[in-house]
């Protein structure tokens, strides 16, 4: 590759904030990587901190999946399609999640050039020399009214309206653009900043080039002191990448010239033939420079342990961060959170006990969409046994279909014994649909579930899955002790019996289990 970076360096913080929504990605960066992704959720109680990474990780896993090493514009504006297609998937399936979204801004290094990509007011800056010599413009409302002239410099820093965003990535239903640049302008000594408003919220451009014009470009300081700076000012997440360019040119032509290098100083020492009289003291220079060498490699050696070590020492806290954070969330019940922070974890510092934390919750995640599926499936069976009651009992007022009256009461009871089933299943599945006194509500659907025509009509409505339910149904009153029908448990057992007899011929295995158990 032909743009050579230092070890890149990253922060994120929730500084006064009660939650961290911003994602930087990858958080494990080498000096072997091409793309940084920075994101900053919006939506608060809607799960901005899912939305950050979901945005992170599905952008930059395009953008991976299509030639890495090759960037394009058009690579960029499919991934953020890619990205949208994820938030509307999720949201979907996470119905609280609605609402949320995310600014991004990205650096893709190339050969010879690099593409800048952002939505919103999430910025990129490339310094030379302390200065900045490109900056993204913020998708931002208060920028836009800066640009029209309707706001002074100074009337915005105090806007009451400064957090609100242009554009923002928040799923297939509310499409928004990237604005993308290509940066052919670098130089060895370059640095690029990528970040959230967190950082910029107190932090002037100027106030930027005067840190890292004080640090002499060296990215471990201008990190310490942009972190120093956030940790007093700044009421918002704060988070960055921090990547410092080291040589802009050809593998080949840094090959050729070290070659250069190496013939020269073959040839340069060739040329200078040595007495015998001072080959011994050559010898006891050679030797002490020897000794000198290994003892620097030595000394090198154990300052990049020391410095490798205090590095894990650094994940594994903030690891373990993520952990009771996930942890939380999965008290209260927020798993999608939970999986963001414990695959969050893993990722900085992979441990047996966060992954196998992820996964659980993975599972779990899982189980609740196919609940969630058979919920809204009983849902749909109810509403469609109420049209067609509905339909039936207009019909059964017009005096013209007398005649019919006899098969049209017929198809009544056929959709209410239908509607009785589906109900109660509802009911076992997810009693807090219902309003009111739940106990009063199953009481209700417990007569009606063993009513003489529910089962007499059942064949026409149910399949072997339905059956199965309607038995699990039967087997959940038998073990109520409050049931209405605590003296008739026979005839409970009886229906349930009946149901898992017509699931087992239809081939649903688990109906065979069950009917072991209670006969």
């Keep these: 590759m032909a743009i050579h970076i230092l070890s890149p360096l990253y922060l994120s913080e929730k500084g006064k904030r009660s939650n961290n929504e911003d994602a930087i990605f ?25 939305a950050s990474h979901l945005a992170a990780t ?57 593409l800048v990509a952002w939505c919103g007011d999430s910025r990129l800056y490339q310094f030379r020399n302390g200065n900045i010599i490109f900056k993204t413009d913020d998708h931002s409302l208060v920028n836009q009214l800066l640009k029209n002239g309707d706001l002074t410099e100074e009337e915005a820093e105090n806007f009451p309206q ?51 014009s004080q640090s002499n470009d060296n990215l471990v300081e201008i990190k310490q002191l942009i972190q120093q700076y956030c940790l007093q000012h700044s009421n918002d997440n704060y988070s960055f990448h921090l990547i410092g360019i080291e040589q802009v040119g050809s593998e080949k032509e840094a ?18 033939p040595t007495p015998a009289q001072n080959v011994l003291p050559e010898r006891r220079a050679k030797s002490n420079s020897l000794l000198f060498t290994l003892l620097g490699v030595f000394l090198l050696l154990a300052a990049i342990g020391g410095w490798y070590a205090w590095q894990q020492q650094q994940k594994n806290v903030q690891a373990e961060v ?61 509403a469609q046994n109420l049209d067609q009651m509905t339909s039936i009992l207009s019909l059964l007022g017009d005096s013209s279909l007398s005649k019919r009256k006899d098969s049209l009461m017929l198809e009544l009871k056929k959709a209410k014994a239908g509607l009785d089933i589906t109900r109660a299943l509802l009911v076992v599945s997810d009693t807090t649909s219902y309003d009111g006194d739940s106990l009063k509500q199953e009481r209700v659907l417990e007569k009606r579930l063993l009513g003489k025509d529910t089962l007499a009509f059942a064949d026409a409505i149910l399949n072997g899955d339905t059956w199965l339910l309607t038995a699990q149904t039967y087997i959940h009153l038998l073990g109520k002790n409050d049931t209405i029908y605590a003296l008739s448990d026979s005839l409970v057992r009886q229906h349930a019996l009946y149901c898992l007899q017509k699931a087992d011929s239809l081939g649903i295995s688990k109906a065979r289990d069950l009917l072991q158990v209670i006969q």
Excluded at 68 to 95: M, V
Excluded at 169 to 196: H, M, R, Y
């Design 26 to 50: 990858p958080d494990n960066a080498t000096t072997q990587t091409r793309l940084f992704v920075v994101c900053d959720g919006v939506g608060g109680s809607e799960k901005g901190e899912v």
């Design 58 to 114: 599905s952008f930059y896993q395009y953008c991976t999946e299509n030639d890495l090493n090759s960037p394009k514009e058009s690579t960029l504006h499919e991934a953020l399609i890619y990205a949208e297609q994820k938030f509307s998937e999720h949201i979907a399936q996470h119905s609280e999640t609605k609402g949320m979204g995310t600014t991004l801004v990205c650096l893709w290094l190339g050969n010879e050039q690099a």
């Design 162 to 212: 400064k957090n609100v965003i242009l554009r923002a990535i928040a799923g297939s239903e509310k499409p928004t653009q990237l604005q993308v640049s290509t940066l052919t302008d670098l130089a060895a000594n370059d640095i690029f900043l990528l970040c959230t408003d967190g950082v910029t919220e107190k932090l002037s451009d100027a106030a930027l080039e005067m840190i890292v």
């Design 255 to 272: 090959t050729i010239e070290t070659e250069k290098t190496t013939v020269s100083t073959s040839t340069t020492h060739s040329e200078q």
């Design 322 to 382: 993520f952990y009771k954070k996930a942890l939380g969330f999965e008290t209260e019940g927020s798993l999608d959170s939970a999986l963001v922070y414990y695959q969050r974890a893993n990722t900085i510092s992979p441990q047996a006990e966060y992954e196998k934390a992820a996964t659980h919750i993975g599972e779990k995640l899982t189980t609740y969409h196919q609940y969630n599926d058979k919920i809204t499936n009983i849902k749909k069976d109810i």
